[in-house]
């Protein structure tokens, strides 16, 4: 409505010049002239085509107003909805999809969307009105001058469309080239270290060289095909113009037409352009979004496999592994195979096996970032899917082998996000990790800010960052997968400590392809390609021959 009362004002404005300019010719041609009478007439007309203005002006701003401000507002629902969409699915799907592509989705497909609804329908809307009204109008003045006139529109709308189409596959794939640079920056930066050690930095140059000059001789060309859009638009319009004065013109030597008329028909014209010249962009638009819009559905449609129960409560932490199997979505051949295990709550448990056989899957099953192919997999009797993911949370933590931090704070990477709990807890699982030392030497001790805007931490720092992390959630079954591997002997042996004597009630599970002696493993258990191949105690296990023993006695010569 807006759209239509504010191309209303603007349509009747050609009128009251094509008035106000018959006037003043006619004033011209009169003998005895008034001229109080005459300055009143144009006070008048100036003053109501200004008026005009100012209501076409208003509703304008109540037409942007309503329909920008509600697209923002879609906008801002959609990347929310994604993003959260995004956090409640399983990791499988962040294996499959690469993470530009998430990001696209989130930034710049709900950005077209955005355009769709609010520009695109307005201009649309708009458009579509005022070119309605413009032609009635003509038509209503002179039909057979407003045949002529607009002749030449149709043919500019033509080209603009083949030229816009011209562009848009230009700045597709200015955008690939665009985003090829980006990867090949990021690739090189965060590889520096190598590029240099290597000496490729010559190489890596003319690479980049190739890609930069690719990217300018597509940009070239864009400039080329948009060179040539203004004056081609100039020219019809132009001409469009010069058809309405000429054959305007000779109407008013016939005495059908007036001057003001004229004046009233250019004036036209000059609204039909902007009409005329942006239907293509918009079809553009429309269709960009709608590919848009089908991308982030292709998202929203994935579901999560992994679905949460509601026990609330478990009463012990026994836990028991029922004849599990598993296979990663879209193998063929399992990575676990028909594994029977108990782990009594409290106690140690060593997962031990070179690297590939399957720890990390194992431990990944019990915080169900995977769900068993087959069998069951409970504590104290109620299976994983039955609990709530709180429950599950609480009860179990992980630290993972490459040992993640955010680019945040470090007392904000140990507790994450950030929670209420003292600076005194902090520390407390941050001693229990054997890093609190080392923190209270950086900078700013607690407070250093960690990664692209901090300082970079060793992969054993990481590592025991990560261990604190999983400590602060105070878990019942603490998990430690590989979590050592980058940790000196000295480091180690204190680690060993604290969870032998300080966390002696927790279940701690523990992967590793090395023999840690200093933690006193109630169990151990030999995993070679997906099966359980030997179990025991580390006394019973050096004197079986296997993995284990080789290993052992390498390790006493
Ligand atoms: N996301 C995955 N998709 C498919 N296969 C995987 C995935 N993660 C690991 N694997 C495969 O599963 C096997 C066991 O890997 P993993 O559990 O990481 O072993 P470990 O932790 O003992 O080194 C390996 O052969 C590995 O290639
Ligand atoms: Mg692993």
């Known amino acids: 409505?807006?759209?239509?009362?504010?191309?209303?004002?603007?349509?009747?404005?050609?009128?009251?010049?094509?008035?106000?300019?018959?006037?003043?010719?006619?004033?011209?041609?009169?003998?005895?002239?008034?001229?109080?009478?005459?300055?009143?007439?144009?006070?008048?007309?100036?003053?109501?085509?200004?008026?005009?203005?100012?209501?076409?002006?208003?509703?304008?701003?109540?037409?942007?107003?309503?329909?920008?401000?509600?697209?923002?507002?879609?906008?801002?629902?959609?990347?929310?909805?994604?993003?959260?969409?995004?956090?409640?699915?399983?990791?499988?799907?962040?294996?499959?999809?690469?993470?530009?592509?998430?990001?696209?989705?989130?930034?710049e497909d709900v950005s077209k969307v955005r355009m769709y609804l609010g520009p695109a329908i307005m201009y649309a809307v708009n458009i579509l009105t005022l070119t309605l009204m413009t032609v009635y109008s003509m038509f209503s003045v002179n039909a057979k001058l407003a045949f002529w006139s607009l002749l030449p529109l149709p043919l500019l709308s033509i080209t603009i469309y083949f030229i816009s189409d011209i562009i848009n596959k230009q700045s597709t794939k200015i955008q690939k080239q665009l985003s090829n640079l980006n990867n090949i920056t990021q690739e090189v930066f965060s590889g520096i270290r190598v590029v240099k050690s290597y000496t490729r930095e010559r190489e890596i140059s003319k690479y980049f060289d190739k890609a930069t000059e690719h990217y300018r001789f597509l940009n070239l060309e864009l400039a080329r095909t948009d060179s040539f859009f203004s004056p081609l638009m100039f020219f019809i319009i132009g001409s469009s113009t010069l058809l309405t004065i000429y054959l305007g013109g000779l109407e008013v030597m016939a005495g059908r037409f007036t001057t003001g008329n004229i004046a009233e028909f250019i004036l036209y014209i000059g609204k039909l352009t902007w009409p005329v010249t942006s239907a293509g962009w918009i079809a553009s638009l429309i269709q960009q979004a709608a590919a848009s819009q089908k991308r982030i559905n292709e998202f929203m449609n994935v579901k999560s496999t992994i679905k949460f129960g509601k026990v609330q409560e478990i009463k012990n932490r026994d836990i028991v592994l029922d004849h599990v199997s598993f296979t990663y979505p879209g193998k063929t051949s399992p990575t676990l195979i028909d594994l029977n295990l108990k782990i009594p709550s409290g106690t140690k448990l060593a997962i031990f096996g070179r690297t590939g056989s399957g720890k990390t899957t194992l431990v990944d099953l019990l915080v169900r970032q995977y769900d068993p192919s087959e069998g069951k997999i409970m504590i104290g009797g109620i299976e994983l899917s039955e609990m709530s993911n709180e429950v599950l949370r609480k009860t179990i933590a992980i630290a993972p082998q490459d040992g993640f931090l955010f680019s945040e704070k470090v007392k904000n990477n140990i507790i994450y996000p950030s929670s209420t709990r003292s600076q005194e807890n902090i520390e407390q699982f941050a001693k229990q990790a054997s890093i609190h030392e080392e923190i209270l030497q950086l900078p700013n001790g607690y407070d250093t800010m960690i990664g692209e805007r901090g300082v970079t931490l060793s992969g054993g720092q990481k590592q025991r960052i990560g261990i604190a992390r999983a400590l602060s959630v105070a878990p019942k079954v603490l998990i430690l997968d590989d979590s050592l591997s980058a940790v000196d002997a000295k480091t180690e042996f204190a680690i060993s400590q604290t969870l032998n004597e300080e966390l002696y009630d927790q279940t701690l599970i523990c992967c590793t392809h090395r023999i840690y002696q200093n933690i006193k493993f109630d169990n151990i258990i030999v995993l070679d390609g997906g099966k359980i191949v030997q179990e025991g105690t580390h006394e019973q296990l050096i004197n079986e021959p296997g993995f284990y023993q080789n290993l052992w006695q390498s390790t006493q010569n």
């Open 1 to 107: 409505m807006f759209v239509i009362i504010s191309n209303y004002f603007q349509i009747l404005q050609p009128q009251e010049v094509r008035k106000s300019l018959d006037t003043i010719i006619a004033f011209l041609q009169e003998k005895n002239r008034n001229e109080t009478e005459f300055y009143e007439n144009l006070f008048y007309f100036g003053m109501v085509i200004l008026g005009y203005a100012l209501l076409m002006g208003l509703f304008m701003f109540f037409m942007r107003q309503t329909i920008i401000v509600m697209s923002r507002e879609i906008e801002y629902d959609l990347r929310e909805d994604i993003f959260k969409h995004y956090t409640t699915l399983d990791p499988h799907f962040f294996k499959e999809n690469k993470t530009g592509d998430m990001m696209a989705r989130i930034v």
